[in-house]
């Protein structure tokens, strides 16, 4: 049974308070699903998630961004042996905040990749086109240039990543991909794995574009795509345990 990847971002959320009541609430709710399960905390609040999660193996512990350097003189940076400290086990590179805020470019996000992997973290690498390019026929071009400028640094170490298709244009917006226009996406990157490593379909490929506990079934279904990239809904007990629910019965259906 393939179990499906379904990974909150909190994005710059949460209070002390806030974060034990809503991460409480999960793990009692996870009790008995078919998933595997994470949340990307705020660095400020890594030292508070592990002492939470320590104890337990159903909810793993995910930072929202990483360094491209080891170490050295880049004030506010967090290094990837900083991040695996705290016993980090994912971590979110290339997502469009990053690109569009701060100027993040592929060249950037394929370093950050090779730190999370030297050290032993698997990075979320986040792909995705603007509405501009979709409506110019653009998606394939710009998702697969995106993806390939990883795959050229880290070569056959590309089976580590999980792969998350993020449409900028329905992050935030409550707009999504239908499931059909988010599966052709997910195949083209299947395929352009598929071509880089024998090991392809064994790459999470989760789908990040405001998915939400009504559209996450239907989502969720398409064949390639192995999870979700959530967003505001994680913020929300009921919202992220449905979606986890979700995903649990497709991996019991399967």
Not at 16 to 26: H, I, K, P
Not at 47 to 67: F, H, I, K, T
Not at 76 to 83: F, K, Q, T, Y
Request: proline fraction near 3%.
């Amino acid at each position: 049974m393939q179990k499906k990847l379904i990974v909150g971002n909190w994005k710059m959320n949460g209070s002390l308070a806030a974060n034990q009541a809503l991460v409480r609430g999960v793990l009692d709710g996870l009790k008995g699903l078919q998933v595997n399960a994470a949340v990307c905390a705020p660095n400020v609040y890594l030292p508070q998630m592990q002492a939470m999660l320590q104890d337990q193996r159903a909810l793993d512990l995910g930072a929202q961004d990483v360094s491209l350097h080891e170490q050295g003189a880049y004030t506010g940076e967090i290094s990837a042996d900083m991040l695996r400290e705290f016993g980090i086990r994912y971590v979110i590179v290339g997502h469009s905040e990053r690109r569009q805020y701060h100027g993040e470019q592929d060249p950037h996000v394929a370093l950050k990749v090779q730190r999370a992997l030297h050290a032993g973290i698997t990075p979320i690498v986040c792909v995705g086109e603007t509405l501009a390019e979709r409506r110019e026929g653009r998606t394939e071009e710009v998702v697969k240039r995106q993806l390939a400028a990883v795959i050229h640094v880290n070569g056959h170490c590309i089976s580590e990543v999980v792969l998350a298709y993020e449409p900028v244009w329905a992050i935030g917006t409550g707009l999504t991909a239908t499931p059909e226009e988010a599966q052709q996406v997910h195949s083209v990157l299947r395929k352009q794995l598929k071509a880089a490593t024998e090991q392809a379909q064994r790459i999470a490929i989760v789908y990040g574009g405001s998915m939400n506990a009504s559209n996450a079934l239907t989502l969720l279904k398409q064949p390639d795509i192995d999870g979700g990239l959530i967003g505001g809904a994680a913020l929300k007990v009921s919202d992220f345990l449905a979606i986890m629910a979700a995903a649990s019965q497709c991996a019991t259906a399967s």
